[in-house]
């Protein structure tokens, strides 16, 4: 009996999906000039709370928000981050 090797996961194409990030003060989204840690970084900077999504369609697709959170179907909640104090 052999022993297989686990398959390495293919990650999906970053054109396929984009972050959404949200606080009660903005919002910002990962796109082709801004990675997931420079959203990060953007709102730990403006000092208040937010929610991180995945949203499984590309930056540029239109779609509705609703209480601060997309409305695309397969959108994924990542958490609820506070940004540390004396941080911005």
Do not use: C
Not at 23 to 44: E, G
Not at 48 to 62: E, G, I, M, R
Request: proline share 10%; hydrophobic share 30%.
């Amino acid at each position: 009996m052999t022993k297989q090797q686990p398959q390495p996961q293919q990650q999906p194409h970053p054109d396929t999906f984009h972050f959404y990030a949200s606080s009660v003060a903005q919002w910002a989204t990962t796109t082709p000039n801004r990675d997931l840690r420079q959203l990060l970084k953007l709102m730990d900077k403006d000092g208040y709370s937010y929610n991180l999504f995945l949203v499984p369609v590309p930056h540029d697709t239109d779609y509705e928000i609703r209480w601060f959170q997309p409305q695309v179907e397969g959108a994924q909640w990542i958490g609820h981050f506070v940004p540390k104090k004396g941080k911005k």
